[in-house]
């Protein structure tokens, strides 16, 4: 072979390599969180949202891969953020109880499988809804047995899953406003639902979000929602419900980095306006709030 051949190739691997290394850098950078923010969030608190009254927790049975087989049907979000209070019999007959925060769901068949943060073991673990013996919604108080109806129904009153017969809430939407299209109030959400998990994380990050953080939210919420389309106790019924965990919130932030830079400042307002609030913003506060900001001002 011609030296000049060989080195025609040398010199084209060479620049290939170094193509495929930055291009692979840089997808890297725009799906993860730097540093500086990601320790912010591990220092924040994991806020678990309240038991059930005169229920206690009980995970002394609990198998972290127990759950662990994954369906190949696709997952949706429509419940990401939504707490509840089940009672859970494992595959070998054991009883555990504990509040969940749910990731997404998948459709398996007649069951759901569900991808959760456990608040008991503060660890992700996975469900099978046709296993859950009760379940609590913790934003109602209501207790149900069926799981797998009551949440099929959630999905669908939010605009997702299957088709199911409607809420006890949804039917009384639909009566009281016959003259107005239906809407689900999740599906409207869903273009913007990494910004509302961000700003209710924020919320929650000293263990509790206050009547006027989640004024603040709501307005954020009701200015994007088309006009008339829905009833206020809807919204804030949605955004009482939800208990973002700090890896549902690392993947929320994660999607509001990619966004237009005037949304990106939009959130910054509103997490600002989150903070001031209760009327003071403690040290903890201002240096995640300063991180945030630091890290939403430079994304691309």
């Not at 290939?16 to 912010?40: D, R, V």
Request: some cysteine; charged content about 30%.
């Amino acid at each position: 072979m011609e030296p000049s051949i060989l080195l025609g190739l040398i010199v084209f691997a060479l620049v290939w390599w170094l193509g495929s290394f930055l291009f692979s850098s840089k997808k890297a950078q725009e799906n993860e969180l730097p540093i500086t923010l990601l320790i912010t969030i591990e220092d924040s608190r994991s806020v678990a949202p309240p038991l059930p009254k005169g229920r206690v927790a009980n995970t002394e049975k609990d198998r972290e891969d127990s759950e662990r087989q994954k369906p190949t049907e696709k997952a949706d979000k429509a419940l990401a953020g939504m707490a509840f209070f089940i009672v859970y019999q494992d595959a070998q007959g054991d009883f555990t109880e504990r509040r969940i925060t749910i990731k997404k769901i998948t459709n398996k068949g007649n069951d759901l499988y569900i991808s959760a943060f456990c608040h008991e073991r503060e660890a992700a673990r996975s469900f099978y809804s046709s296993r859950i013996e009760s379940l609590t919604d913790l934003a109602t108080g209501e207790v149900v047995d069926d799981a797998t109806g009551y949440l099929q129904s959630l999905m669908a009153a939010n605009g997702f899953g299957k088709p199911a017969q409607p809420s006890p809430t949804e039917e009384w939407i639909r009566n009281l406003r016959p003259i107005i299209e239906y809407d689900p109030l999740g599906k409207a959400m869903d273009e913007f639902q990494s910004e509302v998990l961000s700003l209710i994380f924020m919320a929650r990050a000293d263990g509790r979000m206050v009547k006027a953080e989640r004024k603040v939210i709501f307005d954020f919420v009701k200015e994007r929602l088309p006009e008339g389309k829905f009833f206020d106790e809807e919204v804030d019924d949605y955004l009482s419900r939800m208990y973002p965990d700090k890896d549902l919130f690392k993947e929320a932030f994660a999607e509001v980095m990619k966004l237009e830079k005037p949304r990106r400042e939009r959130l910054i307002q509103a997490l600002e306006a989150v903070m001031q609030a209760d009327g003071k913003i403690k040290e903890g506060e201002a240096s995640m709030l300063a991180a945030y900001r630091d890290v939403l001002s430079k994304a691309a």
